[in-house]
């Protein structure tokens, strides 16, 4: 058990990729909670692509990371020492504790995690944000029904994985686009997607076409830029885009074009639509409860890709999602002794 609190900080705001001159390791003693609170012990942090927007001084939809702070994070741990009657020591719990070895938490939006049904990193994945991203992204703002054809870029990440899944389960012929030919494979032999296109063989386009002859009805974006643009091309009549993400162009230094094919939109009297999952927290039981229970009879495939070496490891770690180097959802386990 660690005797000091490690905490990454951001020390510099990134211009493109951020690199080790963007965060700050430092220590601090471990904190002690007030009555009403508890401290963690955090065991596993989430790595996520929508981090890299934290990162910038712009207006967004949460306020960026300031520069000093410890970077935001969702993460799993456990109960270090309570003071809180709701929560005792050794439970295991999920909430927005950073980057850091042991974080104070009042209980606000913090969830217990039930090691029964499923192990803490798929409580950062199917059952955390990216779960129920890929849940009400479908659902409610692709009003997704049965025989859609669904369309989902970045499908063999964290949450391409879970929403061409969730498609599948709901009477949708699916197709995924990812990175080469071992990650098509998995989305078609052990996650059941229908067809998978490798963009790194090149022309996306052509293969979409061969792939959807008769047009998809859902695209689930987690790439924006040219991908996006393929996507347009090859929309049905009335088909909902749904904008999750635009990995592509995260560490883009210049501003990003938006897409030229965008009148593809008014000729298939077609809809696009950004959400943000956190817009949905006052329904995330019913989204946990429809993903656990396709959990409970093996009918969701999860797969996370632990990586070691605690809270320094971190910089490295989050620039895999960048580089395409993590199949399913990424986590960082920040302990050797859990």
């Given at each position: 058990m660690a005797s000091v609190n490690r905490q990454v900080r951001l020390a510099r705001r990134p211009v493109g990729r951020p690199d080790d001159s963007t965060w700050e390791v430092t220590s601090a003693p471990v904190p002690q909670p007030a009555d009403g609170e508890f401290t963690v012990r955090v065991e596993y942090v989430s790595l996520d692509p929508a981090m890299r927007g934290w990162l910038n001084d712009v207006r967004s939809y949460v306020p960026p990371v300031g520069v000093g702070e410890v970077m935001r994070a969702h993460a799993v741990g456990r109960v270090h020492e309570s003071r809180h009657d709701g929560y005792k020591e050794g439970q295991l719990v999920s909430g927005h504790f950073g980057v850091c070895d042991y974080a104070v938490s009042d209980g606000s939006g913090v969830i217990a995690v039930d090691e029964s049904l499923a192990p803490p990193p798929v409580w950062l994945g199917a059952l955390g944000f990216p779960g129920m991203t890929a849940y009400f992204g479908l659902v409610d703002v692709g009003r997704m029904k049965p025989g859609d054809t669904v369309l989902v870029s970045g499908a063999a990440g964290a949450v391409g994985s879970i929403a061409g899944q969730i498609a599948k389960l709901s009477g949708c012929r699916v197709i995924g686009l990812a990175g080469g030919p071992e990650k098509c494979a998995w989305l078609t032999d052990?996650?059941?997607?229908?067809?998978?296109?490798?963009?790194?063989?090149?022309?996306?386009?052509?293969?979409?076409?061969?792939?959807?002859?008769?047009?998809?009805?859902?695209?689930?974006?987690?790439?924006?830029?040219?991908?996006?643009?393929?996507?347009?091309?090859?929309?049905?009549?009335?088909?909902?885009?749904?904008?999750?993400?635009?990995?592509?162009?995260?560490?883009?230094?210049?501003?990003?074009?938006?897409?030229?094919?965008?009148?593809?939109?008014?000729?298939?009297?077609?809809?696009?639509?950004?959400?943000?999952?956190?817009?949905?927290?006052?329904?995330?039981?019913?989204?946990?409860?429809?993903?656990?229970?396709?959990?409970?009879?093996?009918?969701?495939?999860?797969?996370?890709?632990?990586?070691?070496?605690?809270?320094?490891?971190?910089?490295?770690?989050?620039?895999?999602?960048?580089?395409?180097?993590?199949?399913?959802k990424l986590v960082l386990k920040t302990t050797a002794d859990s």
């Amino acid at each position: 058990m660690a005797s000091v609190n490690r905490q990454v900080r951001l020390a510099r705001r990134p211009v493109g990729r951020p690199d080790d001159s963007t965060w700050e390791v430092t220590s601090a003693p471990v904190p002690q909670p007030a009555d009403g609170e508890f401290t963690v012990r955090v065991e596993y942090v989430s790595l996520d692509p929508a981090m890299r927007g934290w990162l910038n001084d712009v207006r967004s939809y949460v306020p960026p990371v300031g520069v000093g702070e410890v970077m935001r994070a969702h993460a799993v741990g456990r109960v270090h020492e309570s003071r809180h009657d709701g929560y005792k020591e050794g439970q295991l719990v999920s909430g927005h504790f950073g980057v850091c070895d042991y974080a104070v938490s009042d209980g606000s939006g913090v969830i217990a995690v039930d090691e029964s049904l499923a192990p803490p990193p798929v409580w950062l994945g199917a059952l955390g944000f990216p779960g129920m991203t890929a849940y009400f992204g479908l659902v409610d703002v692709g009003r997704m029904k049965p025989g859609d054809t669904v369309l989902v870029s970045g499908a063999a990440g964290a949450v391409g994985s879970i929403a061409g899944q969730i498609a599948k389960l709901s009477g949708c012929r699916v197709i995924g686009l990812a990175g080469g030919p071992e990650k098509c494979a998995w989305l078609t032999d052990e996650l059941g997607f229908d067809a998978a296109i490798d963009y790194k063989a090149g022309s996306v386009g052509r293969a979409l076409h061969g792939a959807a002859p008769d047009g998809i009805d859902i695209y689930f974006d987690n790439v924006g830029g040219e991908t996006l643009d393929s996507a347009l091309a090859v929309l049905r009549k009335n088909a909902r885009v749904v904008l999750c993400g635009a990995i592509s162009g995260y560490n883009a230094t210049d501003p990003q074009p938006g897409p030229s094919r965008y009148l593809s939109l008014l000729v298939n009297r077609a809809s696009m639509t950004g959400f943000i999952v956190f817009d949905y927290l006052d329904r995330f039981p019913e989204g946990m409860a429809a993903v656990s229970e396709w959990i409970r009879r093996g009918e969701l495939v999860t797969r996370e890709q632990v990586e070691t070496g605690g809270v320094e490891a971190f910089g490295r770690t989050l620039n895999m999602l960048f580089d395409g180097a993590n199949t399913g959802k990424l986590v960082l386990k920040t302990t050797a002794d859990s």
